[in-house]
Antibody
Framework: EVQLVESGGGLAQPGGSLRLSCEAS????????LIWVRQAPGQGLEWISY????????YYADSVKGRFTISRDNANNSVLLQMSSLRAEDTAIYYC?????????????????WGHGTKVTVSS | DIQMTQSPSTLSASVGDRVTITCRAS??????LAWYQQKPGKAPKLLIY???SLESGVPSRFSGSGSGTEFTLTISSLQPDDFATYYC?????????FGQGTKLEIK
C-alpha cells in the first residue's frame, strides 16, 4: 500500500524548534518530489515547502523561509522538516504529500497521496 | 508568486443541486490546476488534475474546466457525501499555492 506517515509533532515554545518526519512506503521513494502543507486551526491549506526527488532543489513559502529547512533521506524513504524560531502562527496540522506520477514532458503533477498529518502547537 | 482566489467562500446548496466553484489565478497557469476535497479532520483528497482530468475512483458527477487564469469545478448533482470544503491548487510553479477554500454547506 502506498503510504505516507508523519511524526514529530507536539508542543513547542515560541522561539523553539521541532523536527517533523514523513516516512514513505509502497513506492519508489527516490523517484518522487515531495511537499509539506499545513493547515492552521479553522483555516485553509497552505503549501510551505518542496523538495525534488534528488534532494537538490528546495523551495519555501515566504512565511517559513529562513526558519524551516526541508531535507530527505532516500536510503531511508523519509523527508524531514526542521522547524526553528517557531511562532504561534506556526500552530497547525502538517501534512506531507506526494504527487501523481508524471506523464509526458511536464515535470510537475497534482498530489494524490497524503499523510494523515501531525499536529504542531506553538505556545508558552 | 502565483495567487489563487476561489469564489464563493461559502456555498449553501441542497442534495441534487448543480453547483459550480470558481478559481482564478493571478497569472496564466495553462491547465496546471488541481481540485481537492477535504472533510473535517481528514487529509485532502485529489478530485481533478490538469484542470479537467478526473482522478481514478472519483465519481463522474465531478468535473473541471478552464485554462489560463480561470477555472471551475462543477458537481452535477450534489450527494450527501459531497458536503465538504474544496480547494484549488496550481502546479505551474514549484511554489504550489492553494486557493483559500470553498465550504459547501447543506441548505
Amino acid at each position: 500500500e502506498v503510504q505516507l506517515v508523519e511524526s514529530g509533532g507536539g508542543l513547542a515554545q515560541p522561539g523553539g524548534s521541532l523536527r517533523l518526519s514523513c516516512e514513505a512506503s509502497g513506492f519508489i521513494f527516490s523517484n518522487f518530489d515531495l511537499i509539506w502543507v499545513r493547515q492552521a486551526p479553522g483555516q485553509g491549506l497552505e503549501w510551505i515547502s518542496y523538495i525534488s526527488s534528488s534532494g537538490r532543489s528546495m523551495y519555501y513559502a515566504d512565511s517559513v523561509k529562513g526558519r524551516f529547512t526541508i531535507s530527505r533521506d532516500n536510503a531511508n524513504n523519509s523527508v524531514l522538516l526542521q522547524m526553528s524560531s517557531l511562532r504561534a502562527e506556526d500552530t497547525a496540522i502538517y501534512y506531507c504529500s506526494r504527487p501523481r506520477p508524471t506523464s509526458g514532458w511536464y515535470p510537475k503533477s497534482a498530489f494524490d497521496i497524503w499523510g494523515h498529518g501531525t499536529k504542531v502547537t506553538v505556545s508558552s | 508568486d502565483i495567487q489563487m482566489t476561489q469564489s464563493p467562500s461559502t456555498l449553501s446548496a441542497s442534495v441534487g443541486d448543480r453547483v459550480t466553484i470558481t478559481c482564478r489565478a493571478s497569472q496564466s497557469i495553462s491547465t496546471w490546476l488541481a481540485w481537492y476535497q477535504q472533510k473535517p479532520g481528514k487529509a485532502p483528497k485529489l478530485l481533478i488534475y490538469e484542470a479537467s482530468s478526473l482522478e481514478s475512483g472519483v465519481p463522474s458527477r465531478f468535473s473541471g474546466s478552464g485554462s489560463g487564469t480561470e477555472f471551475t469545478l462543477t458537481i452535477s448533482s450534489l450527494q450527501p457525501d459531497d458536503f465538504a470544503t474544496y480547494y484549488c491548487q496550481q502546479y505551474n510553479s514549484y511554489l504550489y499555492s492553494f486557493g483559500q477554500g470553498t465550504k459547501l454547506e447543506i441548505k
